[in-house]
């Protein structure tokens, strides 16, 4: 398999004659992965929540409230991102903003009980999301792409 950073060595003539095979490049791969798991999540998630939706959501009742900020770093999201995932959220009635006790600069994101309840209805189907896109996969082979896409994050 040629890789561009293998190429680096070779000549520019050696380089022009290699054939670039979009099909082995790691970002086309990466693309229809994604393409394949976003139509399973949304075939299974239902809800009407998209997957940042959900990140935000889980991530909170995971970890209870914190700021917008924070939010979006535990999610990997820009402030634009989750303050406008948050404001969807809040116009369903599943997530309300505060000002920090004693902060008023913070603004406190928190789960309401319909979030709460949304989210433990949403987490298993979540699971089997997870499991139906590494379904062509072992064992073995789920956990070390996982740590392998880590390292690349």
């Known amino acids: 398999m040629h890789l561009l950073t293998r190429q680096r060595s070779k000549t520019e003539s050696e380089v022009s004659e290699m054939r670039y095979q979009l099909e082995r490049q790691v970002g086309f791969v990466l693309r ?3 393409q394949r798991h976003l139509m399973i999540f ?4 239902g809800e009407d929540l998209t997957p940042t939706q959900f990140a935000a959501m889980a991530k909170l009742y995971e970890s209870g409230p914190c700021s917008q900020n924070r939010l ?3 999610t990997a999201m820009d402030a634009a991102t989750i303050k406008g995932v948050i404001d969807r959220l809040g116009n369903r009635g599943l997530t309300r903003v505060e000002p920090h006790a004693n902060d008023a600069r913070l603004q406190m994101v928190h789960l309401t009980g319909a979030g709460r309840k949304l989210v433990r209805t949403a987490i298993p189907r979540a699971v089997r999301i997870t499991d139906d896109t590494l379904k062509p996969l072992t064992r073995e082979e ?3 792409l996982l740590r392998l896409l880590q390292k690349l994050s």
């Open 142 to 144: 789920r956990g070390q």
């Open 32 to 34: 229809k992965t994604v």
């Open 42 to 45: 949304t075939r299974l998630m």
């Open 72 to 74: 979006g770093r535990l």
